[in-house]
């Protein structure tokens, strides 16, 4: 059974930090393999993809994140991270992390087949 879990969601004042951390497991082919993503749903708005990270680490973020985000990954303990700095009110959603195999790294939610149940993120003024 594929499981990802998510965790290190909080509610954080705007300028803030939070990092963001994924366990996977029960996953049909070696963790390497998958090309891993962290996606993002506000409040009456759609999903969207945040940022991926593929399996030569060659890593992709939406516009609104750049600079201040930063994706990695520990192959070896199967998890997948969120670094979270100088964060913003519109940042606010439920974070999602999500698993490709052998993806190659765009930001499409469609393209992703493995999901976790998300973790809150909040941030005020």
């Known amino acids: 059974q594929v499981q990802l879990v998510e965790s290190g969601g909080g509610s954080v004042q705007s300028g803030g930090s939070l990092r963001l951390a994924c366990v996977v497991s029960?996953?049909?082919?070696?963790?390497?393999?998958?090309?891993m993503g962290w996606f993002r749903q506000a409040p009456g708005k759609e999903r969207g993809g945040v940022a991926t990270i593929r399996t030569d680490g060659r890593t992709n973020y939406a516009e609104s994140v750049k600079g201040r985000f930063t994706v990695s990954r520990d192959n070896d303990k199967k998890m997948l991270y969120l670094e979270m700095n100088s964060l913003k009110p519109e940042d606010t959603a439920m974070y999602y992390c999500?698993?490709?195999?052998?993806?190659?790294?765009?930001?499409?939610?469609?393209?992703?087949?493995?999901w976790g149940q998300g973790t809150q993120v909040t941030v005020s003024l």
């Open positions: 999500a698993a490709h195999w052998n993806g190659g790294g765009g930001l499409l939610e469609k393209d992703f087949d493995n």
């Open positions: 029960g996953l049909r082919w070696t963790y390497y393999q998958y090309c």
